[in-house]
Structure formats: C-alpha cells, structure tokens
C-alpha cells in the first residue's frame, strides 16, 4: 500500500499505514527532522506495550501519561510541556505523538503551543486514532466542562499508522475504530458501506491486510470531508452523523456506554429519526441495523436510559455550544440529507426525536 499525502489549508502531510511500518519509525524520524532532538509522549499501556522500540530508539526524551481520557488536561500539558523545558529542549525539538486519540490530542496540543509550535508526528495505535482522531489536524484538551473545549488547530508532519499494534488492542476499542469506519461509509460511500460488511469477519479477526486496506479508505473519507470543508463551509460536520445522540448516551450513561458503541447506537436512532421526518428513504434505518451488527456493533439504546433524558442532554449539549438543535442526517446510504445549502438539519419537533430515541430501544 502506498504512502498518501493528504493537503488541506492547515498543511498537508503523508500517510502510511502499512503492517511493520513502526519498525521505520527511528528512519522515519530521522528523515524528517535529521539531527534533531525528538521528544516520545505516549501513555503508560502502550509505553508498556512498546518498551523495548522505546528502550532502543534515539528519544531525546520518553514522557508517558496515564492512559484513559482523564489524562488529556491542561494539568497534563502543563507537565509535559515543563518536564521538554527541564530536559533543555528548545524550538528545534519535534515531538513523537505514540498512542491513542488521547495521546495524540494532548501530544498534539503540546506541540501546538511549545516554544509556539513544533513539528509532531502522529504514530495512532487504536483503530480509532488511525481512522479518526489522527488525520485533519485537531489537537487539545477537555476541561471540567466538556471535552476538547481548548485547543489548537496543528496538523502532523506525518502520519505513521502500523496496524500490527491493533493485535493488542481490547475489543471495545476495536469496535470504536469500527463505529467510525461505517460512518464513513454512511455519510459518503455506499460502495465502502457494503465492503466493510462483507469484511467484517476478517477486521474483528485483525487481518493486517484487511485492516490496512480499509483504514487507508476511512482515512481517505476523512481526509476528503475536512478538504472539502475549506471550500464548501460546513462540510466537516457530516463527520457528526450518530453523533449528536451518542454524546448524549455517553452522558446519560455515566460515560458506561464507549464512544464507539454509543456511535453504533446513535447512528441507528438518527436513521430511524430521518425516516420518521421523510428524510430518508424508507427502510434506511433497517439496513444501517443490519450493517452494523455485522460489526458486532451494538444498535439498541440501553433500556435502563429514558428518552426524555436523552433528549434534554442533548438540548443541554447544544446549549452550551449555543447552537439550535441541528443533525447530520443520512437520506440514504452514502447520500446526506440537506438543508438548502447546509449540511446538517434542525429538528424542532421535540417529539419525533424522542419518538425515534423509542423505536431504538429507550426507555
Ligand atoms: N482530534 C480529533 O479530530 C479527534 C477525533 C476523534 C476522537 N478524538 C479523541 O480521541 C480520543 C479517543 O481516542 P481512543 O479511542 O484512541 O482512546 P485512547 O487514546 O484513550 O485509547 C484507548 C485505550 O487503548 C489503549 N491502547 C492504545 N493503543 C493500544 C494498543 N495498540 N494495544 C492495546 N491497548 C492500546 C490506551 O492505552 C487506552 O487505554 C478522545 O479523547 C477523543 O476526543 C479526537
Ligand atoms: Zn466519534
């Protein structure tokens, strides 16, 4: 599989995914910033899991954070950006972002703001991170009040995905790359859609070469959504489908429900909502079900969640963002449904929403 270069106005980088690329990275590195001090951010599961490359490579320095998201802080920043200071390290210092989402989120914002921002190279170890978090050159933190509310827009210097790693990777994690990867074939490819059924047994048995081959398309999907949003304003947000009912899972569940299954869920429910609204065509939400089972993704609510609850934490999610209540509905596979020129549509009928939350298996 070739390397691939992804240019948006932010920057534009190359791409490799491809199985046994990690044991490149010290020549990858080199490459790209010869004689220079290089700085490792990783967590401590994954510095666990690479401890002998890390033992071995030419780091000027290896930071790692505990894993899990209650590490992307500003806290956290605040110590890795001091302990690159204590090491000496100045402006001429790049930055190895080894890990999840997380670690490229906080690694990135790192190195968006150090010594006013430094080159990072983006080494994604989660399906996730490959297909999502890692390309279109969002960094930050979350703070108290919600997730990735301060932050900076820093594209990678490259991106170096290996997917040998994901061997090691928990289920639950696997399905949250999973969830992304069929909403990309949801809100643009009909043709990706069907593949990745029909693969799905090879992706949840971790075959390499199945894996490589279609995290190089979500990234590709991903890659084209964020261009296209430069020209055509607004674009990026169909990147949003399922996930205005998934936050609010996430927080009606306490956080219990994962990312990528209250993705899973949420992309059911805002199908059945386009039915119901006669924005989709009929039938939509039944194939996108199938789909996603095949996945072994889940596609009802919990039971134990209720739909009115549901709906007021995303009236609250909205609010804070100051925004009306707006969705990234498909009209079918492959195809959004618009708004005159706009890609996501308000719903202000507070009961179909509720309604469709119903059908999927709320309370
Ligand atoms: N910047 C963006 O555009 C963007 C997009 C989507 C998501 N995100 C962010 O991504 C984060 C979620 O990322 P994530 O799902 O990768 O979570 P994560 O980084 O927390 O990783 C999940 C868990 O898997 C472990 N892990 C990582 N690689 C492993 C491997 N190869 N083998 C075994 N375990 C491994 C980690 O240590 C962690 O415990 C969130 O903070 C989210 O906001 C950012
Ligand atoms: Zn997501």
Request: glycine share 10%; net charge neutral.
């Amino acid at each position: 599989m070739p390397d691939f270069r992804i240019a948006h106005a932010l920057g534009s980088y190359t791409v490799t995914v491809r199985a046994g690329v990690l044991d490149e990275l010290p020549a990858r590195v080199e490459a790209l910033w010869p004689g220079r001090p290089v700085a490792v951010i990783t967590d401590d599961m994954v510095g666990a899991l690479m401890a002998d490359r890390l033992a071995a490579g030419p780091w000027a320095l290896v930071l790692s954070v505990p894993a899990g998201e209650s590490s992307k802080t500003r806290g956290r920043w605040e110590a890795l950006t001091d302990a690159l200071f204590s090491a000496g390290l100045t402006r001429d210092t790049a930055i190895v972002a080894l890990g999840g989402g997380m670690v490229g989120d906080l690694a990135g914002f790192v190195a968006a703001t150090y010594a006013r921002g430094i080159p990072f190279l983006q080494v994604p170890t989660t399906l996730l991170a490959m297909v999502d978090s890692s390309v279109g050159g969002k960094t930050g933190v979350d703070t108290p009040l919600g997730k990735n509310l301060v932050g900076a827009f820093h594209p990678p210097a490259a991106v170096l995905a290996d997917p040998l790693v994901l061997q090691s990777l928990p289920p639950q994690h696997l399905r949250c790359g999973l969830a992304e990867m069929a909403k990309h074939g949801l809100i643009t490819d009909a043709a990706y859609w069907t593949e990745l059924g029909s693969a799905a047994a090879a992706l949840l048995a971790r075959d390499p070469e199945s894996l490589t081959r279609f995290i190089v398309r979500s990234v590709q999907i991903k890659a084209a959504v964020v261009v296209e949003d430069e020209r055509e304003n607004g674009r990026r947000a169909v990147l949003n489908a399922g996930h205005t009912v998934a936050h609010a899972v996430e927080h009606a569940s306490g956080f219990r429900v994962s990312h990528g299954d209250a993705v899973a869920m949420g992309l059911v429910a805002e199908a059945h909502l386009a039915e119901s609204l006669g924005l989709a065509v009929t039938g939509l939400a039944e194939r996108v079900t199938a789909g996603l089972k095949r996945l072994s993704l889940p596609t009802r609510l919990p039971v134990d969640i209720d739909a009115n609850q549901l709906f007021e934490a995303m009236r609250l999610d909205k609010k804070r963002a100051g925004n009306e209540l707006r969705f990234a509905l498909l009209h079918d596979i492959g195809v959004m449904a618009r708004d005159a020129d706009r890609w996501t549509v308000p719903v202000r009928d507070a009961s179909a929403i509720v309604h469709a939350l119903r059908t999927s298996g709320a309370a």
